[in-house]
């Protein structure tokens, strides 16, 4: 059986619609843990009420990233998962945390890279008058959101856009990509990473 890791942070509705294709069987693994390092994350509640074993490290309890990483490295591999899926996990990963795992984790990001590498994708892409935005599904190595990207999601950007309502059209196209990908993942789908394709959420 193949097998998934999710880490969280947070809320976990990417997590959710992983879970759910799992469930219905579109996507045929199992989810063998999620991890989160944070206790009072919304997606470890997900996580047990699909019967998914939650584990919780929390980053404060560690004198330094390396340390933290190591453990979490540790728990990882007890599972020997065939791929590990970052869902929201707020916390920057060591780079031999990333090398021991390459081309088994994976991370959305919110916007269409290589645009908009870091933080406030929304709001820079509406400063910049962009018409169109979305998200990234792509392989993580040690430079922050510079991986080979697999799939990625396009929204429109509209004339009266607040951050929020751009967020929300964006959270929506993750929610039909990150599946997507894990699906073409467990099935070894040739993936086509020099012109990943693009989904879209509504023409542009
Ligand atoms: C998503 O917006 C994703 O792009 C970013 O973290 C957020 C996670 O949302 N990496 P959720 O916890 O899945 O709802």
Same mark, same amino acid.
């Not at 792509?138 to 430079?143: G, M, N, Q, R, S």
């Not at 929204?155 to 599946?179: M, W």
């Given at each position: 059986?193949?097998?998934?890791?999710?880490?969280?942070?947070?809320?976990?509705?990417?997590?959710?619609?992983?879970?759910?294709?799992?469930?219905?069987?579109?996507?045929?693994?199992?989810?063998?843990?999620?991890?989160?390092?944070?206790?009072?994350?919304?997606?470890?509640?997900?996580?047990?009420?699909?019967?998914?074993?939650?584990?919780?490290?929390?980053?404060?309890?560690?004198?330094?990233?390396?340390?933290?990483?190591?453990?979490?490295?540790?728990?990882?591999?007890?599972?020997?998962?065939?791929?590990?899926?970052?869902?929201?996990?707020?916390?920057?990963?060591?780079?031999?945390?990333?090398?021991?795992?390459?081309?088994?984790?994976?991370?959305?990001?919110?916007?269409?890279?290589?645009?908009?590498?870091?933080?406030?994708?929304?709001?820079?892409?509406?400063?910049?008058?962009?018409?169109?935005?979305?998200?990234?599904?792509?392989?993580?190595?040690?430079?922050?959101?510079?991986?080979?990207?697999?799939?990625?999601?396009?929204?429109?950007? =509209?004339?009266?856009?607040?951050?929020?309502?751009?967020?929300?059209?964006?959270?929506?196209?993750?929610?039909?990509?990150?599946?997507?990908?894990? =699906?073409?993942?467990?099935?070894?789908?040739?993936?086509?990473?020099?012109?990943?394709?693009?989904?879209?959420?509504?023409?542009?």
């Amino acid at each position: 059986m193949y097998k998934i890791i999710v880490l969280i942070s947070g809320n976990g509705s990417n997590l959710q619609k992983i879970i759910d294709q799992v469930e219905s069987g579109n996507i045929k693994a199992e989810i063998s843990a999620v991890i989160s390092n944070r206790a009072d994350a919304y997606g470890l509640q997900r996580a047990e009420k699909a019967n998914i074993p939650t584990i919780t490290l929390d980053h404060t309890q560690f004198t330094d990233r390396e340390a933290f990483d190591q453990s979490l490295a540790q728990i990882i591999d007890s599972f020997s998962p065939n791929l590990i899926v970052l869902a929201g996990f707020m916390r920057i990963l060591s780079d031999p945390f990333v090398e021991q795992f390459q081309n088994k984790l994976i991370n959305i990001h919110p916007s269409l890279l290589p645009k908009y590498k870091g933080l406030h994708t929304h709001k820079r892409a509406l400063e910049d008058k962009q018409k169109e935005h979305g998200a990234s599904v792509h392989f993580v190595i040690p430079e922050l959101d510079a991986g080979n990207v697999i799939l990625q999601g396009v929204v429109p950007v =509209k004339e009266d856009d607040t951050e929020e309502s751009l967020a929300n059209r964006v959270h929506q196209i993750e929610h039909i990509i990150y599946p997507k990908a894990v =699906k073409w993942l467990v099935e070894g789908k040739k993936l086509s990473l020099d012109e990943p394709p693009k989904i879209y959420l509504e023409p542009i």
